[in-house]
Every structure is written in C-alpha cells, then in structure tokens.
Nanobody, 125 residues
Framework: QVQLVESGGGLVQAGGSLRLSCAAS????????MGWFSQVPGKEREFVAA????????YYADSVKGRFTISRDNAKNSVLLQMNSLKPEDTAVYYC??????????????????WGQGTQVTVSS
C-alpha cells in the first residue's frame, strides 16, 4: 500500500515557475515508478511526466518537454515536478501516481495503482 500526498500547487503568472512535490508513505517507494498527470473539468487525466523505478528513465508529454522536469528522491520517499515557463493551458489539477510498471507504458493512467488527491495549478495570462 502506498499513500501519496501532493503539494506545491497555486496561482502563477504565465512564464513563471512552480514546483510540485509528492510525498509517499510506505517502505517500498523505490520499487514504484512515479508519474504526474493533469486533469481539467470534463476531460480525462492526461499524462505529464514519469520516472521509472529501476533505470530512472524519464518520460514527458510533448507539450511539457523542455519546460517540466521530473525527479525523485528515494531516501525521502518523494517525487518532484519542476514546472518552468508555465502557460495558461497548463492550468489543471495535477495528480501524483505510483505504478509497478516501467517503460513507455508509464504514459497510460490505467497502469498506475495508487493516486494522490491532486493539487490545483492555475496559470494566469
């Protein structure tokens, strides 16, 4: 069992930065791949970024590549999403998720076993 709690969301102007943090409980955090997804009302959750548990390989949606960076600290049971050059279209609720999977399949929300409650990110123009 893994419990996830996101923090770091808020209101920022376009071009600004935010850093989302996800704190995980459980002693097996290092054996989970971690992902971030975004969701706006009326739409399905969309893949943002992921990091594999075994190789540390990172994956990004095309829309955030070069602007967002995912990283993890297994000693602190945490995963971060550094968001730079934010755009109004980045506005969404951002969810942290944990998966036993690895590789490019991490882009699929169905592969994830545990989810956080989400944190709101609002980017004003």
């Amino acid at each position: 069992q893994v419990q996830l709690v996101e923090s770091g969301g808020g209101l920022v102007q376009a071009g600004g930065s935010l850093r989302l943090s996800c704190a995980a409980s459980g002693r097996t955090f290092s054996s989970y791949s971690m992902g971030w997804f975004s969701q706006v009302p009326g739409k399905e959750r969309e893949f943002v970024a992921a990091i594999s548990w075994n190789t540390g390989t990172t994956y990004y949606a095309d829309s955030v590549k070069g602007r967002f960076t995912i990283s993890r600290d297994n000693a602190k049971n945490s995963v971060l999403l550094q968001m730079n050059s934010l755009k109004p279209e980045d506005t969404a609720v951002y969810y942290c998720a944990a998966s036993r999977g690895t590789g490019r399949t991490l882009r699929g929300a169905a592969l994830y076993d545990y989810w956080g409650q989400g944190t709101q990110v609002t980017v004003s123009s």
